[in-house]
């Protein structure tokens, strides 16, 4: 696995974050179905999977624009919240949640005409799964990148509450957890890997076409929000601070209160990255690493 050398995955990765996810983690751009649906001639039929699909919240803002969609995530948490979620929407019947690893792929799911990764190709072992998720996906299929635009500013000039105190809180996660970066059971000290781009060229795609989403849209944000937000990362999951759990959370609200005693922030939506990589019917697909 390239996340790090001396690290491996295991399954408290994001253990007991989904029921935070979907209210602390800020939304795509808006537009984004839109451009993907533009760029990528979606037309309502054709499959979609969605590799790292946490609980669901981008496969099923596409869920009108394909026959099927089908969501692969390690956590049962998330697997059970994106159940829930496509139930209330009215799309369980097109929708299927398979609890597995993208290094499990293919897992007997078949072929798709589109692949996305939502900020989740860092964590996984990237050159043997890009070889087999191009094994699943027919000819002329797309694999799609989604991330946030980390160069853009956001600052909160000119808008009405304060911002979120994100220094401040990271202070606050390593005086609990130490000083390394936190992962599951283990440590990144050099954080996630970047680099996509040789990684899915190696693995034969085309491309890639970027496309940028325009962020900067005006967010008002609760200290739950927030408070969600911070339970809602690996490095900060709620299992990571033990029995220091509620000490800590007190300690986290306290901060915000102080910032902000009327409970209310600021924040800039960001802008949203998209990269489309094709499976270019000319050439054959390698075979999946070993």
């Known amino acids: 696995m390239d996340v790090a050398a001396d690290w491996e995955w295991d399954d408290t990765l994001f253990s007991g974050t989904a ?21 990528l001639t979606l037309d309502g039929r054709g499959r979609l999977i969605d590799v790292g699909c946490g609980p669901g919240i981008l496969a099923l803002s596409l869920a009108h624009l394909f026959g099927e969609i089908v969501g692969v995530d390690p ?7 994106a159940t829930r979620e496509a139930a209330e929407r009215g799309v369980a019947g097109k929708a299927q949640w398979v609890q597995a ?11 798709f005409t589109v ?5 989740s190709f860092h964590w996984m072992d990237r050159d043997l799964v890009a070889a087999t998720t191009r094994e699943m996906l027919q000819p002329g299929g797309a694999l799609v990148h989604v991330s946030d635009v980390k160069t853009q500013p956001r600052t909160v000039g000119g808008l009405p509450h304060p911002a979120v105190p994100y220094a401040a809180i990271e202070d606050l ?6 000083p390394v970066r936190r992962a599951g059971r283990g440590l990144l000290p050099r954080g996630t890997p970047g680099g996509e781009a040789a990684v899915l060229a190696r ?9 940028v989403v325009p962020g900067g849209q005006a967010l008002e944000r609760t200290g739950d929000d927030v408070v969600a937000g911070v339970f809602s990362m690996s490095f900060s ?14 300690d986290l609200r306290r901060l915000l209160r102080e910032v902000s005693p009327a409970d209310r922030f600021s924040e800039r939506q ?13 050439e054959p697909a390698p075979p999946p690493a070993t």
Do not use: C, K
């Not at 029921?19 to 760029?39: F, H, I, N």
């Not at 690893?101 to 072929?111: K, V």
């Not at 996660?173 to 130490?178: C, D, I, T």
């Not at 999951?237 to 007190?250: M, S």
């Open 203 to 211: 693995a034969g795609f085309a491309g890639p076409q970027r496309h």
């Open 237 to 250: 999951a709620p299992h990571l601070f033990g029995t220091r759990r509620v000490e800590f959370e007190a």
């Open 19 to 39: 029921a935070y996810y979907r209210r602390g983690r800020l939304p795509y751009a808006p537009g984004l179905t839109d451009v993907l649906a533009e760029v």
């Open 270 to 282: 960001p802008g949203t990255e998209v990269f489309v990589w094709w499976n270019d019917p000319a």
């Open 115 to 119: 692949a996305i990764f939502a900020q």
């Open 101 to 111: 690893r993208a290094e499990d792929l293919p897992a007997g799911l078949g072929t």
């Open 173 to 178: 996660v390593r005086h609990y957890l130490g």
């Open 75 to 81: 956590d049962s948490g998330m697997i059970a919240e």
